[in-house]
């Protein structure tokens, strides 16, 4: 076996607040290795609490990478993860052939994994018509537009926001097709093995999770962080759960509780879609949230030693 063929990348998976960063620093101090950050909410340096970024005490533990490295207003997107991602592993490989890769942002995962999916180009005056619709009509007309010609992408994307939903939306508009059936068609060869943790729970604990982390977040000053950010409420980094809720509650749409259960309702609707997401994947080694991590690293183990 040379090291070309041992290097591996073990990447964690699931739900949010499911206890993926835990396991990682794990893992990472198991096999003294970095950490790869694959949570498109947690690049940026202006988000801490709404984004559930890892502790001070959780980011020393082991070496991160793509925690809080941008600025909302830095135009960034999954194509330039792939390409910084690829690139920072090219040079950890090389100090250790085992790294790890954690995150629930399933599109992100997908583009370092296998790459990215290949899409027609769409006339960009489809565009500029979902844009009036999205100002005249609200967001709800679109995701009813997807619910219609794509549910698969409308139980897996991240319909709250505007602009995934109108990249799926010009795609099907465009060609005449589903934005799901361009997904996922051909692999891109990678130089390194995978093996997919991924951790779950049941349904009810799950969003048990999530609601006590969102009742956390508020007590750690979320609706301060919100505020701060609320002059720049447009930027395509903030169209997030957890901000959009107390940004409506700052306009006077909605009161306080209510912002509050929405971001617990909106969570749990996003775990479901993680869930809905990673599903379709044969490849991922499902355990569930409270599984010792020595278990896990057991299984780990047994399966580096068939590559």
Same mark, same amino acid.
């Given at each position: 076996?040379?090291?070309?063929?041992?290097?591996?990348?073990?990447?964690?998976?699931?739900?949010?607040?499911?206890?993926?960063?835990?396991?990682?620093?794990?893992?990472?101090?198991?096999?003294?290795?970095?950490?790869?950050?694959?949570?498109?909410?947690?690049?940026?340096?202006?988000?801490?609490?709404?984004?559930?970024?890892?502790?001070?005490?959780?980011?020393?533990?082991?070496?991160?990478?793509?925690?809080?490295?941008?600025?909302?207003?830095?135009?960034?997107?999954?194509?330039?993860?792939?390409?910084?991602?690829?690139?920072?592993?090219?040079?950890?490989?090389?100090?250790?052939?085992?790294?790890?890769?954690?995150?629930?942002?399933?599109?992100?995962?997908?583009?370092?994994?296998?790459?990215?999916?290949?899409?027609? !180009?769409?006339?960009?005056?489809?565009?500029? *018509?979902?844009?009036?619709? #999205? +100002?005249?009509? =609200?967001?709800?007309? &679109?995701?009813?537009?997807?619910?219609?010609?794509?549910?698969?992408?409308?139980?897996?994307?991240?319909?709250?926001?505007?602009?995934?939903?109108?990249?799926?939306?010009?795609?099907?508009?465009?060609?005449?097709?589903?934005?799901?059936?361009?997904?996922?068609?051909?692999?891109?060869?990678?130089?390194?093995?995978?093996?997919?943790?991924?951790?779950?729970?049941?349904?009810?604990?799950?969003?048990?999770?999530?609601?006590?982390?969102?009742?956390?977040?508020?007590?750690?000053?979320?609706?301060? !962080?919100?505020?701060?950010?609320?002059?720049? *409420?447009?930027?395509?980094? #903030? +169209?997030?759960? =957890?901000?959009?809720? &107390?940004?409506?509650?700052?306009?006077?749409?909605?009161?306080?509780?209510?912002?509050?259960?929405?971001?617990?309702?909106?969570?749990?609707?996003?775990?479901?879609?993680?869930?809905?997401?990673?599903?379709?994947?044969?490849?991922?080694?499902?355990?569930?949230?409270?599984?010792?991590?020595?278990?896990?690293?057991?299984?780990?183990?047994?399966?580096?030693?068939?590559?």
């Amino acid at each position: 076996m040379n090291s070309q063929q041992t290097k591996t990348l073990i990447t964690i998976v699931g739900p949010t607040a499911i206890g993926k960063t835990a396991l990682s620093i794990e893992l990472a101090n198991h096999f003294n290795c970095d950490i790869i950050s694959c949570d498109s909410r947690q690049f940026y340096k202006e988000m801490t609490i709404g984004t559930a970024v890892p502790e001070p005490e959780e980011l020393t533990a082991a070496t991160h990478h793509f925690i809080q490295n941008i600025s909302i207003f830095e135009d960034y997107n999954v194509g330039q993860f792939e390409r910084d991602s690829l690139k920072t592993l090219e040079f950890l490989f090389s100090k250790n052939p085992i790294q790890i890769m954690v995150g629930g942002s399933g599109l992100y995962v997908n583009a370092v994994l296998n790459g990215l999916d290949d899409f027609p !180009e769409v006339d960009a005056s489809i565009r500029e *018509k979902l844009k009036q619709e #999205l +100002q005249e009509k =609200g967001i709800a007309y &679109l995701q009813s537009q997807l619910k219609t010609l794509d549910i698969e992408s409308f139980e897996t994307i991240a319909i709250d926001n505007p602009h995934r939903i109108m990249r799926a939306l010009e795609i099907c508009l465009g060609t005449q097709k589903p934005y799901s059936s361009f997904k996922n068609k051909q692999k891109q060869a990678r130089d390194f093995n995978t093996i997919l943790i991924g951790l779950t729970a049941e349904r009810s604990e799950i969003y048990s999770r999530i609601n006590q982390r969102v009742d956390h977040m508020m007590q750690k000053g979320l609706l301060e !962080e919100a505020k701060k950010l609320y002059p720049y *409420k447009n930027l395509n980094a #903030l +169209q997030t759960v =957890g901000y959009r809720e &107390l940004f409506d509650y700052f306009d006077g749409k909605i009161t306080l509780d209510f912002a509050i259960e929405e971001i617990k309702k909106n969570t749990r609707r996003f775990a479901k879609r993680q869930l809905t997401w990673f599903r379709k994947d044969d490849r991922i080694l499902w355990f569930d949230y409270k599984t010792n991590s020595q278990l896990i690293i057991k299984a780990i183990s047994e399966r580096l030693a068939t590559f």
